[in-house]
């Protein structure tokens, strides 16, 4: 596929064709590629993404108070569930990054996909405006908001799957390290989480072991959930 083909088969994932296709190319430049890079659209992007969380939230929750609404919005604008937005877009086929950033795996670096995010939210945003960008965000966001729970906003997800299984009498999971990528400064791990009761077996992957934990946890109760 071509780099024309990659960046055309993106916008249609996004649903937004650019009108100044720089603004596309800046986005998806990491700053080990050179200048100009994502790092300002990155800090912009952060901003809009909040403002658009928050209003998916104020609309679609509107009996929860200001504590509850904020605990919402801080687990889906945090690094793991963008990395995952990056990942249904396949995001990481259209990075731009330096030669040790390519040998090292950057492209599946949950902290660089997260960034890329962010950066492609401001450059919607400063190429078609707020709403245009509050659209984009309804719709990457949208299979995230349907999973939430509002009545448990604060619990993590092994909290979370340690009491669905202590309260339908359940061995408790454990977790293993499956391998560790990457080189010593820029390292992602990969931990199972199984719950041999059900059969069940879930890889997550993050830059630290307890991020590693908590999103095969996360995976595991969500099969869990649909079983």
């Known amino acids: 596929m071509t780099e024309k083909e990659t960046i055309d088969r993106l916008q249609n994932r996004l649903g937004h064709a650019f009108a100044d296709s720089r603004l596309l190319a800046e986005a998806l430049t990491h700053r080990s590629f050179g200048q100009p890079n994502n790092e300002r659209l990155e800090f912009l992007g952060d901003s809009v993404l909040n403002c658009a969380v928050s209003l998916l939230l104020f609309g679609r929750f509107p009996d929860l108070r200001e504590g ?37 795996g950057g492209f599946r670096r949950p902290s660089i996909l997260a960034d890329a995010v962010e950066a492609i939210i401001a450059a919607v945003t400063l190429d078609a405006g707020f709403e245009a960008a509050r659209a984009l965000v309804g719709r990457l966001f949208e299979p995230l908001l349907a999973s939430i729970d509002p009545t448990a906003p604060g619990k993590d997800p092994k909290t979370a799957l340690q009491e669905w299984l202590q309260g339908r009498k359940v061995a408790l999971p454990t977790y293993t390290m499956v391998r560790v990528l990457g080189e010593a400064h820029a390292q992602e791990f990969e931990v199972a989480c199984e719950v041999p009761k059900f059969g069940l077996r879930a890889v997550g992957r993050g830059t630290s072991r307890r991020a590693a934990e908590q999103q095969s946890a996360e995976l595991a109760l969500a099969q869990l959930r649909q079983t």
């Open 68 to 104: 509850d609404l904020s605990r919402l919005r801080a687990s889906l604008v945090c690094q793991e569930p963008l990395a995952r937005v990056a990942s249904e877009l396949d995001l990481g086929a259209c990075l731009r990054l330096g030669e040790g950033e390519l040998r090292s």
